[in-house]
């Protein structure tokens, strides 16, 4: 495709951590940008800050991808030429706790905005899938082919999404899907002005060091380090936001070229332990991370890393920044907004 063409993208979940990095990029490519959000999980502030970090303005639609009439109004509305469907519940213990409420959003949500896209003859999607699809793998790295097998209900709600999204494009292969299984992403803009805000306890690691490291928590609780890994603690491929960011707009490249269903996984290909991640922080920051190793975390996988080769042949993507750069701008925008978006 010819990279400067302009078009109109919808980002559900536009407001959202990844989401609010893809607005930036879609910006700075030159696009229009249209932002469905309900803000169950996010600010609009962050869409405010997308704005000043681009100078450009983005449309903004505050609502609920499950509300079907909204969704015909707003393809009614504007001439959308392609969706990237961020919009979504992400955290693994509260979909254990609350299965129905993450089906119904991640499943359900999911069905009505492809029923939306459908009638509106909008058929080019980007799917915000997971390295969670893979549950516990036996081999490393992970391929795309590698068996699927997800062990909670938030991973089978992305796993139920991506089968049907398959079936969709099997039924009218006119359609132009991606399925991009994201690996660990962290990071931040490197303005520092937008980043993750966790809303209660960060579960993930990098959100939760950095609020160590900026006062607000004492200590980090290590889940394990008797791990068959280097140091015993788990490995993990981290991926910086910006870089997956980029991805998708290589993805909406590759979709721009023929009618396709691709399946990628976003990651660097590296692994780093939860006890090298706390080192790149400490480096990044200046300030030391106060933790003590407590038991596993059900559920957790020992290692986990990509084989990105596949995005790198098919979509000419490739991670740029190491974990000392994710650090470095995690800690910008920590530093900044100890408070994230409530500051
Ligand atoms: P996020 O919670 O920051 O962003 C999701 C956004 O969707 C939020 O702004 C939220 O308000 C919005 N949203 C939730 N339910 C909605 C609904 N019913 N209607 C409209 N908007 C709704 O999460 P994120 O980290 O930016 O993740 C974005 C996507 O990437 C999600 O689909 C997530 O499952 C997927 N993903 C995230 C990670 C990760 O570790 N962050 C890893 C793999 C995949
Ligand atoms: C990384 C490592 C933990 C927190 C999760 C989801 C996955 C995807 C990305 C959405 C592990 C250890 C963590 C802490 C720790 N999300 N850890 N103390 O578990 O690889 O993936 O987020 O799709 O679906 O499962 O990421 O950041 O939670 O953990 O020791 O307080 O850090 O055990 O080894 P995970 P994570």
Known sequence: MPQDKIKTILVTGGAGYIGSHMCVELLQAGHNVLVLDDLSNSSEKSL??????????????????????????VFAENKIDAVLHFAGLKAVGESVAEPIRYYDVNLNGTLKLIEAMT????????FSSSATVYGIPETMPIEENTATGAINPYGRSKLMVEQ?????????????????????????HASGEIGEDPNDVPNNLMPFISQVAVGRREKLSVFGDDYDTPDGTGVRDYIHVVDLARGHLKALQYLDEAPTLGVFNLGTGNGYSVLEAIKAFEAASGKTIAYEVVDRRAGDAAVSF????????????????????????????QKKHPNGFSD
């Not at 049907?164 to 931040?188: K, Q, T």
């Open 119 to 126: 009638n509106a003859d909008c058929k080019t999607l980007v």
């Open 164 to 188: 049907a999204l398959m079936d969709l494009h099997e039924s009218d292969p006119s359609w132009r899907i991606a399925l991009l299984r994201y690996f660990n992403p962290v990071g931040a």
């Open 48 to 73: 405010q800050a997308v704005e000043r970090i681009t100078q450009k303005s983005l449309s903004f639609i505050l609502g609920d991808i499950r509300d079907s009439e909204l969704l015909a109004r």
């Open 306 to 333: 990509a084989d990105p080769q596949k995005a790198q042949r098919e979509l000419d993507w490739r991670a740029e920044y190491d974990l000392a750069r994710m650090c470095e701008d995690v800690w910008r925008w």
